[in-house]
C-alpha cells in the first residue's frame, strides 16, 4: 500500500503540535521565574497572565488536539492497512483547526484574551478567541467523522473479525471527544459568542461552570488515549514481548470512555450553585474511573515483565533490569508510569471530598495537572515521536541518546518543579498569582520552593530543545529508513469476541443515559430557579 | 474469550480498593458533616448594597441567638470586606459569600476554610477554626490583573476574648 499521503497528513498534524509545545516550554521558564519575583525587572502581569493564558491553549489544546489527530490518522491506517478515508476531508479538518489556532493566537499574544484557556466568564476576551477555539474543535470533529468512517468501513469489509485494538483504542477515543467537546460547545455558542458579540448583555455563570465541567474531567482522558494506546499496542512489542491482555485493554478502554464523562463535577466541589448529592454522585463516578487505570498499570506491567523474562531477567525483580532501558518508547512508558503512580495519589486527595477543600485552587493543582498530564501524558507523547518521525519521514532518528537524554532529562525537570509546587499548594499558596504581595510572614516559607522551581523550568525548557532539535535534524537527514509502525501481538489472540467489546453502539446507549442522569437535572435547574447573570468585565 | 485468572483477581482487588474510598468518602460526607458550598441560592450582584443581607452594615461577623456565628463577607475586585475581623477559635461558623463582579475563590491557609465565590450566587460555608493567629484570607481564583494584589485579614481569637470585645452595647453596666 502507498501510504506517503496518509504519513504526510500525520507528520504535518505532528509538527504543528510540536511547534506548538516549542513555543509554549519557553513560556513556561518564563513564567516560573517571572512569578518567583527574584528577578525584578521582569514583571509584568500583563505579559505574565498573556502568557499563562496562551501557555494553557497551546499545551492543552494545540499540542494535545494536533498530536491526537496525526497519531490517530496513521494508527488508523497503519492497523487497519487501508488508506485514510476521504483525505480531502481529512486535510480540510486540519485546515479549519490550523485557522481556529492563528485566530485564537493573535487577541491571545496581543493580551485582549488573557482569561486564562478555562475561559473565566464574566472576564471577556477579543470575540476572536472563542471563535478560533470554536473553530480548533470544529477541526477536531473532522477527525472524529474520519476516524468513525474507517471503523465502520473495515467492519464491513471483516465481518465478525476483531477490530485491530490500536483502532478501537483510537475509535473510543473520537467518540469520547465527541461526546468531551459538546460540553465546552454549548457554553462557547450559546453562551459565550453571543454574549462577547453584545447580543445579549449577561451570562449565568453557573451555567457556564456547569457545562465547562461537562468538558473538564474527560478531555483529560482525550490527551491521556494516545499515551494509552501505545502502552498496550506498541512497547511490548519495543520491550521484546507481547501484550499480557487484549481483552482487558479493550475493557479498559469502554470505562475510560463511559465513566470519564459524567463524572465531571468534581471540578465543582468548591462551588455553590450545584448541590451535595449531585458533587457526591460525581465524585463516586470519579472512583470508578480510577479502575481502567489499575487495570492499565496491571497488564501493561505484566507486558513488561513477559519481555524482561524473554530477555533472560531471572528472579523476582530482574526482569527489571532485563529490559530495553535504552529504547526510547521503552524508557518513555517507564517513567510515565512513574509520574503516574505519583500523580495518581495526588488525584485521589483532589478527588477526595473532604480533603478537596486543602488544596482547592492552592498551587497543588497546577503541581498535580503538569506532573500528571505534562509528565505521563506528554512523556509518551514524546516516546511515540522518536519511534514515528523515522516510518513517517523516511529517514533514521538523528541521534538515540539524545532522545534518552531528552526523556531523563524531561523526568527529572518535572519531579524538581512539581514537588515544591505540590508543596506550596499544602502552605497555601494560591495558584495563579504572578507575584507574592501578601502581608503575612507565611510567605516566607514559600521563597525556597520557589527558587527549587526555578530549575526545574529551566532543566524542561533544555529538554524540550533536544527534543525539537532531535525531531528537526531527523527530518533534513540525508540517510534513508524504510519501516513501518509494529503492533504487540497479545498472547491470546482474540477470538469469539463478544459485540460489546468490538463496537460502540450500546456504550453510546450507555454514556447517553449516564450524561442524562448526571447532568440533566444540574443544568435543567438553571432554568427552573430565578437566576442572576452577569455584564460583561474586563480583566 | 480469554481473561486470565490473575488479571480477574487484580480486577477484583481494584473494584475493592476503589470501593473502600467510596464508602470512606460517603461515611466522612454524610455522618462527619463535610460542608462543601452547596446550598445553590441565587442572589442579584449587581444590586447587592440594595440587598438587605450584604448590605455594608451587615458585613462581617454577627453572633447568632444559638452562640454561632454568620459571617457575610463581599468579595470584589481586589479584596475581601471587610478587609480585618476578629473571629473567634472554636466556635461554628457559617460564611456567606457574594462577589460583586467576578469569580473570586477564597481559602484560609491550613484550614478548610475554602469556597468559589461565583457571581449571581450565595457560597455558604460552615466550619470551626481551631487555632488562634493572625491568618489571611487569600483569593485562589484568577479574577483579572490584580489577582495576586486580592487579600484581607482575619485575626483569630479564643472565645472568651471574643466574648469580651464584642459585648452587647449598653447592657453591661453592672
Sequence with gaps: MNNAVEKKLALTHLWVAFGAFALAAVMGLYQVVERSGFFGFLESREVYYASVSTHGVLMGFVLTTFFIMGFGYYVASSSLKMPVWNKTFAWTGFGVALAGVVMAALPLLGGAASVLYTFYPPMKAHPLFYIGATLLVVGSWFWCVSMIAMHVQWKKANPGQPVPLAMFATTANAILWLWTSAGVALEVLFQLIPWALGWVDTIDDGLARTLFAWTLHPIVYFWLIPSYTAFYCLVPKQAGGFLFSDEMARAAFILLVVFSLPIGFHHLYMDPEQGHGWKLLHGVGTFIVTLPTFITGFTVIASLEIAGRLNGGKGLFGWIAALPWTNPMVLAMILGLLMLILGGFGGLINASYAMNAMVHNTAWVPGHFHLIFGGTTVIMYFGIAYYFWPVLSGKPLYCKSLALTQLWTWFVGMMIMTTPWHILGLLGQPRRIDSVNYNNLLTLSWEPYEATMIFGGAILLYSSGLLIYNLYKTQIGSETFQGEVEYAEPIHAPTDLPEYLNSFKVWNIVIAVFMLIAFGYPILQFFLMETFGSGRWGV | ?174
Design chain 2, 1 to 174: 474469550m480469554h481473561i486470565d485468572q490473575l488479571e480477574k483477581k487484580w480486577a477484583t482487588i481494584s473494584l475493592g480498593i476503589a470501593g473502600l474510598f467510596v464508602a470512606i468518602i460517603l461515611i466522612s460526607a454524610l455522618f462527619h458533616g463535610i460542608h462543601a458550598p452547596s446550598n445553590v441560592e441565587t442572589i442579584d450582584s449587581a444590586r447587592l448594597h440594595l440587598s438587605e443581607e450584604f448590605a455594608e452594615d451587615n458585613l462581617g461577623p454577627q453572633r447568632n441567638p444559638d452562640g454561632s456565628i454568620t459571617v457575610r463577607m463581599v468579595a470584589g475586585r481586589y479584596g475581601f470586606y471587610p478587609k480585618t475581623m476578629t473571629l473567634p477559635a472554636e466556635t461554628n461558623l457559617t460564611f456567606r459569600w457574594v462577589s460583586l463582579d467576578v469569580i473570586h475563590g477564597v481559602h484560609i491557609p491550613m484550614t478548610n476554610m475554602s469556597t468559589m465565590i461565583v457571581p449571581g450566587y450565595v457560597a455558604q460555608i460552615k466550619t470551626v477554626l481551631h487555632h488562634t493567629g493572625d491568618y489571611p484570607l487569600l483569593c485562589n481564583e484568577y479574577c483579572g490583573m490584580g489577582h495576586a494584589h486580592m487579600w484581607s485579614n482575619v485575626k483569630v481569637v479564643t472565645k472568651s476574648d471574643w466574648d469580651d470585645m464584642n459585648k452587647p452595647a449598653g447592657v453591661s453596666h453592672e
